[in-house]
């Protein structure tokens, strides 16, 4: 419903890729490795991505 309404989402790891950004997290990758040990998946490829993005590649 947002995209057909034009309103912009956002997601987990937008939210630690922010929360980086302004200094409220040291590191993505611990909380990355939380999520994982979660039941919500996540591909090598976007954890790959997200770090790169974080910096931490």
């Known amino acids: ?3 057909i309404n034009q ?3 956002i997601d987990s790891l ?3 890729l922010a929360a980086k950004a302004k ?5 993505v990758k611990p909380l990355l490795r939380q999520i ?8 090598p490829n976007l954890i ?4 790169e ?5």
């Open 1 to 3: 419903m947002a995209k």
């Open 7 to 9: 309103i912009d989402t």
């Open 14 to 16: 937008d939210i630690l």
């Open 23 to 27: 200094g409220l997290v040291k590191e």
């Open 36 to 43: 994982e040990r979660s039941d919500i998946y996540l591909s």
């Open 48 to 51: 790959a991505t997200v770090l």
């Open 53 to 57: 993005l974080a910096g931490e590649s």
